[in-house]
């Protein structure tokens, strides 16, 4: 019933910026935790960003000072503005949440499908 749905990828040049969102639908009551990963070729999926439900962030050392996550309550809707792009974060994007439904607050994890992020230069 709930899904994510992620948009923004593409292709861009090194030195470049893209934002990513990625926006919750379906039976949804409240959304605790989001977060941004992503998953090159021939390596495993990797924490870029999380954002607890107070604001509060992480971000893998490799993307500090570059990428800011942050997320529109209203529209349970999180973002990944990334700056200053590098070849090295060519991967593909997931989101995830942990979200509660039926006037609860029992959290399950979910994930999105991905978008394509590739820097050429």
């Known amino acids: 019933q709930v899904q994510l749905v992620e948009s923004g990828g593409g292709l861009v040049q090194a030195g470049g910026s893209l934002r990513l969102s990625c926006a919750a639908s379906?039976?949804?009551?409240?959304?605790?935790?989001m977060g941004w990963y992503r998953q090159a070729p021939g390596k495993q999926r990797e924490l870029v960003a999380t954002i607890t439900s107070g604001g509060s962030t992480n971000y893998a050392d490799s993307v500090k000072g570059r990428f800011t996550i942050s997320r529109d309550n209203a529209k349970n809707t999180v973002y990944l503005q990334m700056n200053s792009l590098k070849a090295e974060d060519t991967a593909v994007y997931y989101c995830?949440?942990?979200?509660?439904?039926?006037?609860?607050?029992?959290?399950?994890?979910?994930w999105g499908q991905g978008t394509q992020v590739t820097v050429s230069s």
């Open positions: 379906g039976s949804i009551f409240s959304i605790n935790a």
């Open positions: 995830n949440a942990f979200i509660s439904g039926g006037g609860s607050y029992y959290y399950i994890e979910y």
